[in-house]
């Protein structure tokens, strides 16, 4: 058998050599649905929620939250299943603020994102009554005290900080360092100016501080080295202004294999060795332990999704290199066109053949940079109507997907149970039309 492990636990094959993923045979699922398709493993995303919340209330002080980064993967139904498993969620767009209201996520376990809130985002939370904004700016705090205070309000606010940690990931995701876009940085002193600043707004509740400082994040210590930074700028800001602040929000990022390359994670592990950092320093700075929110998307999502794809062009070019096109593309999964990222893929109805001819995993868009994967190794039979899957792809994939030319983005399918149910239809051409005039 050439895949006698797989990346991920909830993939295996069954006698006739097919993949299954959450237990289903997925060339069926392709049959029922078409493709290209998103699976998303129900299970799977409760069983991460779960190991989140289990070492959240085992190594944090009562009262610290799990917030589902919902920029990894945003639908209705998630966001049912998340508030379900106990997380709150953090938005960063009145898209995501609206699906996740629609799918009848309480507003007060929201947390608002985004390095450039508009006024209209602003009005719109706070009206819905928001659970806290992640405030990036100054001219943000002015907003919101403006229309708090319209409302008769006080809005609970956290303050994005850069804590000045590079994390080696790759570098469009690497968001903690001085000179990033997002936050204000404690090194500058501009995180001292915007804390003075908020506690001066009397419709403005500044609850504490938040950093996320990359994504996909392997390195050791990172989480625990921008824990003391914070608690060590915490306590300064303590002495200083006598503000104790009593949230400390360290935002997502723990990484997830995408290839049997890749090393894995032990996110209760994790969390404990924050945990026990945490306790440690607070010790040391003799402060009030703060209560923790963490802000999971990849880790929570990623391996619960898997995209099935039919072969249409099988390409040899002698002495060159080979293509297999699939009906899907950079359209659906964007990430190795922007980031060079790896993903395991496999055949998914050849499973017991040899994988031994290499090709390029290739969508159908117009530009050659439309890869999914280089250098697959698919069996010498590959051909027309086989069925390919990208394992891990419930993060960043469907919530990236786009219409580059014109074409519509595959549905969601969520496996539950040995059951199925379409979570987003698949899109028309008669739904890219609508908005034409
Ligand atoms: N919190 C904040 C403030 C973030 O910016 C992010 C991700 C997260 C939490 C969740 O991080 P995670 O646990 O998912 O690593 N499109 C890129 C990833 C962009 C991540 C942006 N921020 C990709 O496909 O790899």
Redesign the pocket.
């Known amino acids: 058998m050439p895949n006698e492990t797989f990346v991920c636990e909830n993939l295996s094959v069954n006698e006739q050599g097919h993949l299954t993923f959450a237990g289903q045979d997925v060339t069926h699922l392709a049959a029922e649905y078409g493709t290209p398709l998103y699976l998303m493993d129900e299970e799977r995303i409760r069983h991460k929620c779960r190991i989140y919340r289990e070492a959240f209330e085992a190594n944090f002080a009562p009262g610290s939250t799990v917030l589902y980064?919902s920029?990894?993967c945003s639908f209705r139904q998630i966001y049912r299943i998340v508030n379900e498993e106990g997380l709150g969620a953090?938005v960063v767009s009145l898209g995501e603020l609206c699906t996740a209201l629609s799918a009848g996520f309480p507003a007060d376990k929201l947390f608002f994102?985004s390095n450039n809130k508009t006024d209209e985002d602003i009005r719109y939370a706070i009206e819905k009554g928001i659970g806290c904004f992640v405030v990036d700016n100054l001219e943000e705090i002015r907003v919101i005290e403006a229309e708090s205070a319209r409302l008769g309000r006080r809005q609970k606010v956290l303050l994005r900080l850069t804590p000045g940690i590079d994390t080696h990931t790759y570098e469009?995701?690497n968001?903690g360092k001085v000179d990033s876009k997002f936050g204000s940085a404690i090194e500058t002193g501009q995180a001292e100016q915007a804390v003075v600043f908020t506690l001066a707004q009397p419709h403005v509740n500044l609850l504490g501080f938040h950093c996320?400082v990359g994504?996909?994040v392997f390195a050791e210590d990172v989480f625990e080295r921008a824990a003391v930074v914070m608690l060590e700028f915490i306590a300064a800001i303590r002495k200083k202004h006598g503000y104790t602040a009593s949230v400390l929000n360290l935002?997502?990022?723990?990484g997830v294999p995408y290839t049997d390359r890749d090393g894995s994670i032990d996110i209760a592990e994790k969390i404990a060795d924050v945990g026990r950092t945490v306790r440690e320093t607070c010790t040391r700075l003799a402060l009030p332990e703060p209560v923790i929110y963490m802000?999971?998307?990849?880790?929570i999502v990623a391996d619960a999704g898997l995209t099935l794809y039919t072969v249409g062009t099988v390409k040899t070019i002698p002495g060159y290199k080979n293509y297999v096109s699939v009906d899907g593309g950079m359209t659906d999964n964007p990430?190795y066109a922007l980031?060079g990222s790896e993903y395991t893929c496999l055949t998914a109805n050849k499973l017991t053949e040899e994988p031994v001819m290499k090709a390029d995993l290739v969508g159908r868009c117009c530009e050659s940079g439309d890869v999914i994967q280089p250098n697959v190794a698919f069996p010498d039979s590959i051909r027309r109507g086989d069925i390919v899957a990208v394992c891990t792809t419930g993060?960043?994939n469907y919530s990236?997907a786009s219409n580059y030319n014109r074409i519509p983005r595959p549905p969601v399918v969520l496996l539950h149970e040995g059951t199925a149910k379409i979570a987003v239809r698949r899109e028309t051409v008669e739904d890219l039309m609508h908005l034409d005039v």
């Open positions: 980064a920029k990894a953090d994102h469009a995701v968001t996320h994504s996909q935002g997502g990022g723990y802000e999971p998307g990849r880790s990430r980031y993060a960043y990236m």
